[in-house]
């Protein structure tokens, strides 16, 4: 770890989301690692098919909990079947692909699950409802997702001994199931809004499962709830930064000021022109001068990263902006003023 970084990644730090394109996974580790040297991830190849995206790599996770595709997506089972069986495989082969490429590695690794209130909204119970409609199972799901959590971070460590593992708890719905904006089956209603205290206290405890070690959650959807997020005790938050308005901006103050690291997503997600690379980070600089913040601190509290996962990128580009993302992060050490 640098000197000038009370993180685990160094000051100037680059690193991607979580998907990549097409359904190579030792081509995707290959190119995560060649890019991100100095923190790679583990990444998800959801064009391979169901099992392969956020929500199936998570549930192959899940301890005691099963789940099976329909076609309104995935659904609770009693006992762990072919969609199940595939997403450990899966996982398995992108792990085999990560050990390869990451051997003698030391350094942060960054790997990632869907978090338990965005699981809650896509896993839905027997009768066709999300879990997110049943305290009981929001809690049951919870607990399968811990247990599940530390079998994982305990595999990954065991396969890269010198990575210092960082968890990323991707929660896109969850600013919805704060507001009461998630959908029920029918789609005529919404399910009622969770407590914050409720969604708060699941997300500290799962904070807890990286006994110690960095916890990160991702959100490319707008509102990002900077403050639930803190008081719960993660490490960073990971987010869209187009996404941002002025009502976020005392939040994410208090945030950096609290210590907790921004991971802004500052590079398009989709092939585009990428502008220069200090151009990129010009919206983080003047943020940084309108909160008043040391200008010294900006590039050891913040994480450059494309705005959300790349699945929807051509390879070429995925290639591209995650070098991007790296040079981006590098004038933003160079000059944080």
């Given at each position: 770890?640098?000197e000038?970084?009370?993180?685990e990644?160094?000051?100037g730090?680059?690193t ?5 394109p ?9 190119t995560v ?13 959801p064009?391979r098919g ?12 899940l ?14 089972s ?23 490429f ?36 929001c809690?049951?799901?919870a ?20 990575a ?10 969850l600013?919805a ?12 209603r919404?399910?009622?809004a ?12 799962l904070?807890?499962v990286?006994d ?10 707008p ?5 639930l ?10 987010f869209?930064?187009?996404?941002l308005?002025e ?16 991971f802004?997503g500052?590079v ?13 980070v010009?919206?983080v600089?003047?943020l ?10 900006l ?8 705005s959300c996962?790349l699945?929807?990128?051509?390879p ?5 902006a995650?070098?991007h ?6 004038s ?5 003023e």
């Amino acid at each position: 770890m640098s000197e000038n970084s009370t993180y685990e990644w160094a000051a100037g730090a680059a690193t991607g989301i979580g998907s990549m394109p097409g359904g190579d996974a030792r081509e995707a580790a290959r190119t995560v690692t060649g890019s991100l040297e100095t923190f790679p991830y583990l990444p998800e190849l959801p064009a391979r098919g169901p099992g392969a995206d956020m929500i199936g790599r998570t549930i192959g996770m899940l301890v005691e909990v099963y789940g099976h595709v329909e076609p309104s997506g995935w659904r609770i089972s009693d006992r762990p079947g072919r969609d199940t069986r595939r997403a450990r495989s899966w996982l398995g082969e992108d792990l085999d692909a990560l050990e390869e490429f990451t051997q003698g590695y030391e350094g942060p690794l960054k790997v990632s699950a869907v978090g338990p209130w965005t699981l809650a909204t896509a896993l839905e119970m027997r009768n066709g409802e999300a879990a997110l409609r049943d305290p009981g199972a929001c809690r049951d799901l919870a607990a399968s997702l811990a247990e599940g959590l530390r079998g994982h971070l305990a595999e990954v460590r065991r396969r890269v001994p010198g990575a210092r593992v960082v968890l990323q708890l991707d929660e896109p719905s969850l600013t919805a199931v704060l507001q009461g904006r998630v959908k029920t089956a029918s789609g005529y209603r919404t399910h009622r809004a969770v407590d914050r205290a409720v969604v708060e206290g699941a997300l500290r405890d799962l904070v807890g499962v990286a006994d110690g070690g960095p916890v990160v959650v991702h959100s490319c959807a707008p509102e990002v709830p900077f403050g639930l997020l803190r008081r719960a005790g993660v490490t960073g938050i990971s987010f869209d930064f187009s996404l941002l308005t002025e009502r976020e901006e005392e939040a994410i103050g208090e945030a950096v000021e609290g210590g907790t690291a921004l991971f802004a997503g500052v590079v398009p997600g989709v092939d585009g022109r990428l502008s220069d690379p200090a151009g990129s980070v010009m919206g983080v600089r003047t943020l940084w001068r309108r909160l008043g913040l040391t200008p010294g601190t900006l590039s050891e509290s913040v994480v450059i990263t494309p705005s959300c996962g790349l699945a929807g990128a051509s390879p070429a580009y995925a290639r591209s902006a995650l070098a991007h993302c790296v040079r981006a992060a590098r004038s933003l050490a160079d000059n944080p003023e």
